[in-house]
Each structure stands twice: as structure tokens, then as C-alpha cells.
């Protein structure tokens, strides 16, 4: 069976820096598209970053385009995060997903996902 687990998070000042990892049993990253959203307390959740080895890419929301790396170990079945230069905005529970549909942020077109990782950024 499919596990994901996210680990990572934790409290940093603004202009610091977070990597999150991410887990993923069960799953061939050469079928699957790997993501990271996040989702803070009123807010709908979004898109962050994704990557798709068959695609040969990665796609970053606008709001951490420069500042979040996504990147991948395929022998460890593993996916990360780097966070650089954080904002207070940045705050959020991060999930990481894994899909079959491809390159996409779009939440709906993942089917596994994570219990999540708390990120908060003070000022």
C-alpha cells in the first residue's frame, strides 16, 4: 500500500530557510507526478511545486517561483523541499502528494497524500 510522510517542518524567522522531506511507498516515481501543497487555517489549498520525471521538469506556483526548490531521490523514494527566504505568508500546514495524472498543481489530480508538516514563519 501507498504511504506518504512528511517531515521537516518546524518554526524559523523570516528570511530563513526549511527543507522538507517527503517518503513515498509503494509508487514508481517514473508513473507518478510528486507535489507539495499547503493549506493555512481559512484558506483554500494550493499548489506549491511539483515534479514529473517523465515530464522532465518541475512547475512552481507563482507566490515561491525563486525562492522553493523541489527535487527528488529516486532510490530513496523520497521527495524535498527547500525553502529559502521564508515570509510570514509562507505559514501553512505543507502536504506532499503523489498523482498519476502528470505535471499538475491542481489538488483534485492527486490521490495519495500525507498527514502534513506544520511551517511557521514569524516575523
Known amino acids: 500500500q501507498v504511504q506518504m510522510v512528511e517531515s521537516g517542518g518546524g518554526l524559523v524567522q523570516a528570511g530563513g530557510s526549511l527543507r522538507l522531506s517527503c517518503t513515498a511507498s509503494?509508487?514508481?516515481?517514473?508513473?507518478?507526478?510528486m507535489a507539495w501543497f499547503r493549506q493555512a487555517p481559512g484558506k483554500e489549498r494550493e499548489g506549491v511545486a511539483t515534479?514529473?520525471?517523465?515530464?522532465?521538469?518541475?512547475y512552481y506556483a507563482d507566490s515561491v517561483k525563486g525562492r522553493f526548490t523541489i527535487s527528488q531521490d529516486i532510490a530513496k523514494n523520497t521527495v524535498y523541499l527547500q525553502m529559502n527566504s521564508l515570509k510570514p505568508e509562507d505559514t501553512a500546514m505543507y502536504y506532499c502528494?503523489?498523482?498519476?495524472?502528470?505535471?499538475?498543481?491542481?489538488?483534485?489530480?492527486?490521490?495519495?497524500w500525507g498527514q502534513g508538516t506544520q511551517v511557521t514563519v514569524s516575523t
Open positions: 509503494s509508487l514508481s516515481f517514473a508513473d507518478y507526478a
Open positions: 515534479i514529473y520525471s517523465r515530464s522532465g521538469g518541475t
Open positions: 502528494a503523489a498523482g498519476a495524472s502528470g505535471l499538475t498543481l491542481s489538488p483534485r489530480r492527486y490521490n495519495y
